[in-house]
Nanobody
Framework: VQLQASGGGLVQAGGSLRLSCAAS????????MGWFRQAPGKEREFVAA????????YYSDSAKGRFTISRDNAKNTVYLQMNSLKPEDTAIYYC????????????????WGQGTLVTVSS
């Protein structure tokens, strides 16, 4: 099972990026998929998650209103559209999958991608 994250990069404050995470080896159509991030010296934190129904996204307070999580079950892919980026959004972003119910703790996710670096300059 592999989760391949991509789309990170360097962007100025106020800009946008779209992250993608493609899963292979199994389907996660009935499981939550999510995004976490980890800034230098900080713990990994929940950003957003989505269940198999695309109408049920969940966000951290810092992501709400600026980020949009979506998924394409046919492609086994989850996306994170990030708008109005701030320097404090700088981190390695990880996609994850696994829980049947919504979980915001990283330990509840069984499968992880390798991470993609997002750097927001001021």
């Amino acid at each position: 099972v592999q989760l391949q994250a991509s789309g990170g990069g360097l962007v100025q404050a106020g800009g946008s990026l779209r992250l993608s995470c493609a899963a292979s080896g199994r389907t996660f159509s009935r499981r939550f998929m999510g995004w976490f991030r980890q800034a230098p010296g900080k713990e990994r934190e929940f950003v957003a998650a989505i269940d198999w129904s695309p109408d049920n996204p969940y966000y951290s307070d810092s992501a709400k209103g600026r980020f949009t999580i979506s998924r394409d079950n046919a492609k086994n892919t989850v996306y994170l559209q990030m708008n109005s980026l701030k320097p404090e959004d700088t981190a390695i972003y990880y996609c994850a999958a696994g829980p049947i119910l919504l979980r915001k703790a990283a330990a509840e996710y069984d499968f992880w991608g390798q991470g993609t670096l997002v750097t927001v300059s001021s």
